[in-house]
Nanobody, 111 residues
């Protein structure tokens, strides 16, 4: 069974950077896609970035050019590098794989 544990959230000023990590337990990590989603207070959970097992990526328009999703199959870890952060990026960020969600990590961007 897949389990996901995120880390790397925190408080950062606008224009700053953070890198989120998601360690994935379970087998065959390199055979399935993984994604990062976020949920701001009072809003629905939306996909931010997704990375297929073949290496294709998808990003929402608001983060293109600022965020990068990547994976290290040997470490069973998914990353989300977030640069030039904006206050509207403030949310709880969740890792997702094979129908399973992580517990979330809070990212707060101050203006």
């Amino acid at each position: 069974q897949v389990q996901l544990v995120e880390s790397g959230g925190g408080l950062v000023q606008a224009g700053g950077s953070l890198r989120l990590s998601c360690v994935v337990s379970g087998s065959f990590f390199n055979t399935y896609g993984v994604g990062w989603y976020r949920q701001a207070p009072g809003k629905q959970r939306d996909m931010v970035a997704f990375l297929t097992s073949g290496g294709s990526t998808t990003y929402i328009d608001s983060v293109k050019g600022r965020f990068t999703i990547s994976r290290d199959n040997a470490k069973k870890t998914v990353y989300l590098q977030m640069n030039n952060l904006k206050p509207e990026d403030t949310a709880v960020y969740y890792c997702y794989a094979r129908g399973v969600w992580g517990q979330g990590t809070l990212v707060t961007v101050s203006s």
